[in-house]
Each structure stands twice: as C-alpha cells, then as structure tokens.
C-alpha cells in the first residue's frame, strides 16, 4: 500500500519555518482541493494522480519518496499483532 507523508511534511514545514502551515495553504498554493488534500492525509490507501502528487513535491520541494512511500501491509499487520 502506498502512504502519504503529508501531515509530516506540514509539520516539518511549519517547524522549519516557524509558523503554523494548514492544508488551506497548501491548497491555495498547489491548486489542489481542499478536500482531496484532506483525503491524502487521513484517508488510509486513498488514490491520487501524478498531477497531485508532482504539486506537492514542487510544494514542499522534496522528491516523491519524501511525500509518498510503500508499507508492506502483511509484514505491518504480522508487526502489530506480534505474530512472527
């Protein structure tokens, strides 16, 4: 499954740049809805585009692993549930 690292890079952003960032900035700046940015961040296996996702590396100026990356989910659920 593909994970989105949005709510980190917010944070980071805002850290970085001593300020609060909201997903209303990131929208207004990248052109992306609100909602779809919403989705990204909390919805688990959400699909986006290539389009969404090249805004946001331009956004955040970092490449694409740093805004999505894969998880194994079968050796995340064995993890969790402490069966090896």
Do not use: W
Not at 17 to 26: G, K
Not at 28 to 36: A, D
Not at 57 to 82: I, M, R, S, T, W
């Amino acid at each position: 499954m593909i994970r989105f690292r949005l709510k980190e890079l917010i944070a980071e952003k805002g850290f970085q740049e001593n300020r609060r960032v909201t997903l209303d900035e990131v929208s207004k700046e990248t052109g992306i809805h609100r909602t779809t940015l919403s989705k990204i961040a909390n919805q688990r296996g959400y699909n986006t585009t290539t389009e969404i996702l090249d805004k946001l590396c331009e956004f955040f100026g970092v490449p694409l692993e740093a805004v999505a990356q894969h998880v194994d989910v079968e050796n995340d659920e064995v993890g969790k549930n402490g069966i090896s």
